[in-house]
């Protein structure tokens, strides 16, 4: 299996900041992806990572707020922009492991805006 | 496009009774299933996974599902519950192993002694 750390664990922001969340794989991967889980929600899909191109957006969420970089098959990160306190979540980054035909899942990073 | 629905929010369950989690898709082409469990303030773990073969799946912790075409569900079940199993269990499907998850809203199981 992949294992998967994110930094931040959690984070208390204020509005109109952003947050840099990081994501590191204990391997190379193909696909890496991010969701949010909203408070008492289920899992949404914001984006997949892509190495060396831009990240595939799903519908509802834009580059300029949730711009994704990912320099290499074990990186990746998130950026929340200008923050609201909807967007306090919980971010989850996840791999896909051809190998093992699942994505496997990162602690999360849960984000509090104020 | 793809939806998963889970048609219980919320299942209490005595201690030792069985439970049954029920999950239907809806997707226009094959499709991969998936459960997840989240313990609380944690990431989510695999339960188990659908991917051909057998419809009737063996998971981690005791728990099966059944996969049903014709019906398309896919529906946890154990048969004895643990307090250790009080958690939100998530039904998922993709397009292809390793490729984006399409969540349904959630189960909340909560186990009672």
């Known amino acids: 299996s992949a294992v998967i750390s994110q930094k931040p664990s959690r984070d208390i922001c204020q509005r109109g900041t952003s947050l840099t969340i990081q994501c590191q794989v204990d391997?190379?991967?193909?696909?890496m992806f991010w969701y949010r889980q909203q408070p008492g929600q289920s899992l949404t899909l914001i984006a997949t990572?892509?190495?060396?191109?831009?990240?595939?957006?799903e519908s509802g969420f834009v580059i300029d707020k949730f711009p994704i970089s990912r320099p290499n098959l074990t990186f990746s990160t998130l950026t929340v922009s200008n923050m609201s306190p909807e967007d306090s979540s919980i971010y989850l980054c996840?791999?896909?492991?051809?190998?093992?035909?699942?994505?496997?899942f990162g602690p999360g990073t849960r984000l509090t805006v104020l | 496009a793809q939806s998963v629905t889970q048609l219980d929010s919320q299942v209490p369950v005595f201690e030792e009774a069985p439970v049954e989690l029920r999950c239907n898709y809806s997707s226009s082409v094959s499709v991969y299933l998936f459960w997840y469990v989240q313990y609380p303030n944690q990431g989510l773990q695999l339960l188990l996974k659908?991917?051909?073969?057998?419809?009737l799946v063996k998971g981690i912790n005791g728990f099966e599902a059944e996969f049903n075409k014709s019906q398309t569900s896919f529906h946890l079940r154990k048969p004895s519950v643990h307090i250790s199993d009080t958690a939100e269990y998530f039904c998922?499907?993709?397009?292809?192993?390793?490729?984006?998850?399409?969540f349904g809203g959630g189960t909340r199981v909560l186990v009672k002694p």
């Open positions: 659908y991917l051909s073969g057998s419809t």
């Open positions: 990572a892509n190495q060396g191109s831009e990240a595939t957006y």
């Open positions: 391997s190379q991967v193909t696909m």
């Open positions: 996840s791999v896909a492991a051809t190998l093992y035909n699942e994505q496997f």
């Open positions: 998922a499907v993709s397009e292809a192993a390793g490729n984006k998850l399409t």
